[in-house]
Every structure is written in structure tokens, then in C-alpha cells.
């Protein structure tokens, strides 16, 4: 059985080969079922000061900083900077983070899913809208699973919650998450039409312990 071929869309402030070894617990979990590919945010984020609102890190520490921090939208378009609870009217980037996708797609797909992590799963949920709505024709992904995600507090991000999105999900949040709190990621939920679940008593990160195997198994085994 061939293994499942998933696009893996990093958090805010990190980027493709920090979120790769930042999974790496997940990738020998899953080693049997899934071949992960790892695309980079377009929009360079400046590297941290002390007020920066948030890192989308494991709790898991690594070495420092990420070296080439990137994201996929500002919610602050002035400061070029992003917050999951900043309200805003209009966002910075998202258009050229399409872009960036759509390009992954064309140069390593296809793909049979879509994993994204915080800003990341947020960006997914969009990409499904897109999908769904098939405004995207070069997308074609089956499933999507979203871990620490969140629907964007951006007023003209609201066109992607209108209607509930077909495609199957699994969404995966930790109830000690300080990053983005699991009431949030609860809030994603009826944006999807059948949403599978995956609760985990941790923090702001992707649960890859053995406890957690079934559960990916069962979603991904769907689609093999």
C-alpha cells in the first residue's frame, strides 16, 4: 500500500525545514502511511523582538529561533505582524500564500492531503473553502488535517465560514494549548461538514505519542 502523500503548511514564524524536524515524532509515527512535503510561506517575518504577540513553536523546545521565520498573512498590515486574536478588516499576503501552494502543487503533486499546523491549519481551513468552492482548479486534496487551528478573526477572511466545507478533516487541539486556547480551535468545527476529532491533554503542539497512532491511522486509513 502506497503511502499517502500530505503538503505540510508550517506555522506562523517558522518555516518548511523548521516545522519538518519540528515533526519528525509524527513522520516515524506515521512512517507506513504518509510521505510528508513541506512548502515555505512566502511573507519573511522579521525576526523576533520581545513583544512579538506569539511564536508558533512546539512546547517541545529546540534550538533557538527559526532562522528564516515566515508566515501566510499579517493581521497587522503596518507592522507587518500577525496575532490569531488581533481583530482586522483586511490582512497582507494571503493572496501571494495561494500563490505559494498552488505552486507546490504544480512542482511536487499531487497530493492526497493537506496538513497545516496554527496559522498554518487556519490558511488550510481556507485552502478547503477554496477547494470546495473550486476556485482553485490545480487543487485536488481529499482530506486535510488541522492541529491548533482557528477560524481568522479577519472581516475579510469571513467568505471562507459561509458555508460548511465537504471535505474530510481531522482536527487536532491540545486543552493546555496558551497559544491558540482549544475554545478557539473549537470554533473552526462547523466550518466542516463532518469534522473527526482529536483531543490532547498537551500544549501548542502535534501530538505524535503512540497513544495518539490510532486515531491518525483511522482518519488516514480512509483514504489508502
Known sequence: ?????????????????????????????LKKHAEFVYVDAPLGVEQASEKVPHKENDSVAGPGGDE??????????????????????????????????????KTHGPFDGILGFSQGAAFVAMLCSLQEHKLEPEFSFRFAILVAGFRSACKEHEKFYISPV???????FGLEDRVIPDNMSRELLPSFQDPQVLIHPGGHFIPAASAHRQSYQDFLKRFQ
Open 68 to 105: 528564516d521565520p515566515r508566515g501566510w498573512w499579517f493581521s497587522d498590515i503596518q507592522a507587518r505582524s500577525f496575532s490569531a486574536q488581533q481583530q482586522c478588516e483586511e490582512s497582507l499576503g494571503l493572496d501571494e500564500s495561494v500563490t505559494a501552494v498552488r505552486e507546490a502543487v
Open 1 to 29: 500500500m502506497a503511502p499517502l502523500r500530505l503538503l505540510c503548511v508550517h506555522g506562523y514564524r517558522q518555516s518548511g525545514s523548521s516545522f519538518r524536524e519540528k515533526t519528525g515524532a509524527l513522520r516515524k509515527l
Open 166 to 172: 465537504q471535505m474530510p478533516t481531522l482536527h487536532v
